[in-house]
């Protein structure tokens, strides 16, 4: 691998599991109104860190990054347009499923292969929403910086509130 | 030849204990890895390698062999500053013996709940103590909105008092099922097999790899003899 003519045209492979989400998505919306699951209370408590104990495991806190959350009053579909509109404009390929959950996937070759995020989209009432963002592929870091950089100043108009669980830069 | 290794072994021990030396508190820690693992899902090694973390998680401020609250908060947020009512919680459960401090067994059979492999009617037992903040054998509404208020409050999400309301409400119609105003150890049991999501919290992955993420360089001379 570190000889470089034995890396053109190759792509790192990268698992896909929701292959047939597209062709769902038809008959889906045609019969039924799409609607993102309901957030109950026993959902949001566990959402509190002092819940998780994860954190005994690791030793940089700096790891807890690979997942935010955003609250929105904006309408769940917004939501999803907002996001696709962010795909575009930064390049990623946006793909999305009836129960509101998205996979964005970088064109660009990172350093550890493309950058890939899922997002998923809860009601707590009907004009308020969490989105769940997730890491699922791709450099940390380079996921940080996009986020800091690209995916928060893109969402400012929808974002209510982050989850306050970031980490404390020292 | 047995025996007469056992003999040694004992007399080591009063030899040790005569001393009461500090050092010889971590060698000693650990002197039945056998019969934790007995009382939890972990096999020995397991059982060995938590000890590593629980040795770094309890001298963190007092190197006394047990985690006090600091301890617990520090590891867990990896700041002493923050405090948590599900922390508390947490670490009140753990607390078997009600003196404050979590000697490495009740930590071990704590945690034991949180591997991937502990039954689940385990988890569901665990979680459900957990919510019932005053331990009345059920969950009430007044405990709910005091969770979901302090996890806003904690997460930066400030909602109305109405909006509140109105999600202990669709959660109760749920979750009720005998309409009594509050949630017994049934309905909870039937909401979360409901919703598996909810137990979310209670499976902690990294406890499958435990013996990767915290190796012990402890040799066994004397565990099987197969």
Not at chain 2, 159 to 186: R, Y
Request: charged share 30%.
């Amino acid at each position: 691998m570190e000889v470089p003519w034995f890396r053109l045209g190759f792509k790192r492979p990268q698992a896909d599991t929701d292959v047939n989400v597209g062709l769902l998505d038809d008959v889906d919306s045609a019969f039924c109104v799409p609607k993102p699951a309901c957030l109950n209370a026993f959902d949001i408590i566990s959402l509190s860190p002092g819940f998780n104990l994860s954190g005994l495991f690791k030793n940089d806190v700096l790891k807890q990054e690979d997942e935010s959350r955003f609250t929105s009053t904006q309408p769940a579909s917004s939501i999803m347009s907002k996001l696709e509109e962010i795909a575009s404009l930064f390049r990623f390929s946006f793909k999305k499923s009836k129960d509101f959950k998205v996979k964005l996937q970088g064109s660009e070759q990172g350093r550890k292969g493309h950058l890939s995020i899922d997002a998923e989209i809860f009601e707590v009432t009907p004009s308020l929403f969490v989105v769940e963002l997730r890491k699922t592929g791709g450099d940390t870091l380079e996921y940080s910086k996009f986020c800091s950089q690209d995916l928060r100043p893109g969402l400012k108009d929808i974002v209510l509130t982050w989850d306050g669980n970031r980490p404390e830069k020292e | 030849m047995l025996q007469c290794l056992e003999g040694i072994s004992k007399l080591i021990d009063c030899f040790v204990q005569s001393f009461d030396i500090k050092v010889f508190k971590h060698v000693q820690g650990l002197k039945d890895p056998e019969t934790i693992a007995s009382e939890t899902v972990f096999s020995v090694s397991e059982v060995e390698a938590l000890y590593e973390l629980f040795k770094r998680i309890s001298s963190a401020v007092i190197d006394d062999g047990l985690i006090n609250k600091e301890e617990f908060q520090l590891a867990l947020f990896k700041t002493n500053k923050k405090e948590s009512l599900f922390a508390d919680r947490v670490f009140d459960l753990f607390d078997t013996k009600r003196n404050g401090l979590l000697g490495f067994e009740e930590f071990a059979c704590a945690l034991s709940v949180f591997h991937p492999n502990a039954p689940i009617d385990d988890k569901i037992e665990f979680s459900f103590q957990l919510y019932d903040l005053k331990q009345k054998g059920f969950i009430g509404r007044q405990e709910v909105k005091q969770m979901v208020v302090a996890t806003l409050a904690e997460s930066g999400m400030n909602l109305s008092d109405d909006v509140v309301e109105n999600i202990i409400d669709k959660t109760f119609e749920e979750a009720d099922t005998k309409h009594d105003g509050k949630i017994d150890k049934e309905e909870w049991r039937s909401l979360v097999l409901r919703h598996p999501s909810l137990l979310k919290n209670m499976t902690l992955p990294y406890l499958k790899d435990i013996t990767t993420s915290f190796p012990s360089f402890v040799f066994h001379s004397q565990v099987e003899d197969t």
